[in-house]
């Protein structure tokens, strides 16, 4: 299966270029950004729960393990299993809980994924803030990376503070400078991430510096 990636247009490229010449030469220096979508709301959700506080590596692999272990994960594959079988593919019982716990209000109608996909950023990410092991942070990634929406901008992500910090030489990024960033990048906010996560990688040319205190960072 092909991959599929956030689409975002050369009108939104220009858009954050004309708004804003930092970070319109940051968008130079890194140019097109390939991101992975997940387009499946449903395995998202499970894929997000699964890697929180592990590597992207061990992710990976257990994500593997499930699939060998369920095959197509969907809420009727989650539920045919116990806690301890998704436990046995490298998750934790809390985990196990919570995929188990999304996957029961899927098939008794008490979550609609279809209403989340038409809902507004706010709307949806305090919707999917309700499930089990869903926060604010992890909403917003499923909105990008699963939805494609075009205005998420993250505070709560360590990534797009280093990449402000990297771009605009900041040594601290507070909810107020951060606010006038977001005011002046939407309506691409998403767009905006992709470019702040590829500088803050610390491989983009003329981009290697943190200005951050080196305790704080």
């Known amino acids: 299966m092909a991959s599929k990636y956030f689409e975002y247009s050369n009108e939104a490229v220009e858009f954050l270029k004309a708004k804003d010449a930092k970070l319109g030469a940051a968008i130079d220096a890194v140019g097109h950004v390939y991101r992975e979508l997940d387009d499946d709301l449903f395995s998202a959700v499970v894929h997000t729960i699964i890697g929180q506080q592990i590597s992207t590596a061990a992710q990976q692999t257990v994500w593997r393990r499930m699939q060998e272990k369920l095959g197509e ?32 209000k ?11 996909e038409r809902m507004s950023d706010a709307e949806a990410i305090e919707a999917l803030c309700s499930l089990k092991g869903i926060g604010k942070w992890t909403a917003e990634m ?46 691409y906010g998403s767009v905006a991430s992709l470019y702040l996560w590829a500088i803050s990688h610390m491989d983009v040319p003329g981009y290697s510096r943190d200005y951050a205190p080196k305790k704080a960072r």
Do not use: W
């Not at 985990?95 to 996957?103: G, V």
């Not at 505070?155 to 280093?162: A, E, N, S, T």
């Open 142 to 187: 499923l909105l990008l990376f699963c939805l494609n929406r075009m205005d998420i901008l993250s505070f709560g992500d360590l990534g797009i503070h280093r990449g402000m910090r990297m771009v605009y030489h900041h040594r601290k990024v507070t909810r107020q400078l951060f606010e006038k960033y977001r005011r002046r990048y939407s309506p």
């Open 106 to 116: 899927i098939e008794a109608g008490e979550f609609d994924l279809d209403a989340v």
């Open 73 to 104: 994960i969907t809420p009727e594959s989650i539920n045919d299993a116990s806690v301890d079988s998704l436990q046995s593919c490298g998750i934790t019982f809390r985990k196990a809980e919570y995929i188990k716990d999304f996957a029961a």
